[in-house]
């Protein structure tokens, strides 16, 4: 593809040669044509897009998305994609990962993003189980809940992404399903562009280990459902997520109280779409620019280290000079 039409991207254009390997059936497949569907639409080169992958079914994503990729260590993708949005602001940073590894190995990880709300979109796979090490139970399935794979039911509780999320300052929280591939696209789109550090918890089916929420119990097949599903839009019932610059402490509370019954609700119903956009609290980049005068212009990514001859350009003479220690400091004999 030529660069005049770089930055004019199709779905088909972001996708791979190679063979995509997850198990038939998997809920990652619909997270991954959303994923290529929301790149597409935001006009912007390859160059500038960048997918950060964790570990387990959800760590292949960014092996099929003809972007930039980078795989990372388990429970550690959320400092890494840090490291280099705040290095180049001027990419757009997904990050992709699963239940097991974000709220498992990497839960410190992911409250202490919260608390900086660097412009990143976290998209979470959340199917309940570790998929790729064949089935234990994953921080997000229910206390007392026995899939196929584990011998006995788990005995510990469940973790709550969006309050987890809430509690710990994303800015932008939402939830959708893996199979309803367009309204994923949508609020995948959603979420990167807001300025901020946005969480969206993906609920899908692992049809190899999770026998229990399936793609006909989200479809509601067990029982008799006039919507023929368990899940339904927050904004078909009015709600509304966004927190203004002029909220008041009442409405704020009001805001709070709200997101917390929704993120609550399971089983027979269970909303998608956004449940919370904050845009009256800056960025971290923002605040890391009225502290360094420098920030970002040029982008440290950006910075030239070394000359045309491969010298480094920087100079550390004055720090070394300060470092240096008198062979007779007392000046005796």
């Not at 960014?62 to 490291?83: C, D, E, I, K, W």
């Not at 709220?103 to 900086?116: C, K, M, Q, Y």
């Not at 003479?317 to 300060?322: K, V």
């Amino acid at each position: 593809m030529s660069k005049r039409h770089e930055a004019h991207l199709r779905p088909r254009d972001l996708k791979v040669e190679q063979s995509v390997d997850w198990c038939p059936g998997c809920g990652d497949f619909g997270i991954l044509s959303a994923l290529h569907q929301a790149l597409a639409g935001l006009g912007r080169p390859r160059h500038q897009l960048a997918i950060f992958g964790g570990i387990g079914c959800s760590g292949k994503t960014q092996y099929y998305v003809n972007t930039y990729g980078v795989s990372t260590l388990h429970g550690r993708v959320l400092p890494f994609a840090t490291g280099a949005k705040l290095a180049n602001p001027e990419l757009t940073v997904v990050v992709v990962g699963g239940d097991g590894d974000g709220l498992g190995i990497g839960a410190g990880h992911f409250v202490g993003a919260g608390r900086r709300n660097v412009e990143l979109t976290y998209i979470f796979f959340n199917n309940e189980v570790y998929g790729l090490t064949k089935g234990q139970a994953s921080p997000t399935l229910p206390l007392g809940m026995q899939t196929k794979a584990l011998p006995s039911p788990t005995t510990q509780g469940r973790v709550n992404p969006l309050l987890m999320a809430l509690a710990s300052g994303y800015t932008w929280v939402g939830r959708g399903y893996a199979f309803d591939v367009k309204g994923l696209a949508h609020l995948v789109s959603q979420a990167i562009a807001h300025p901020g550090l946005a969480f969206l918890d993906v609920l899908q089916p692992c049809p190899t280990y999770n026998n229990l929420h399936t793609k006909d119990w989200f479809a509601a097949r067990d029982q008799e459902s006039a919507s023929g599903s368990r899940l339904y839009h927050l904004a078909d019932e009015g709600y509304d997520p966004v927190v203004r610059d002029d909220e008041s402490e009442e409405s704020l509370t009001q805001k709070t109280s709200a997101f917390m019954a929704k993120a609550s609700e399971w089983g027979d119903r269970i909303p998608i779409g956004v449940f919370w956009e904050n845009r009256a609290q800056g960025s971290y980049e923002e605040r890391l620019s009225r502290q360094l005068s420098t920030y970002p212009h040029p982008a440290p990514a950006t910075r030239p280290i070394a000359d045309a001859d491969g010298r480094p350009t920087a100079d550390l003479s004055s720090i070394l000079d300060g470092l240096r220690i008198s062979p007779n400091p007392t000046g005796r004999e």
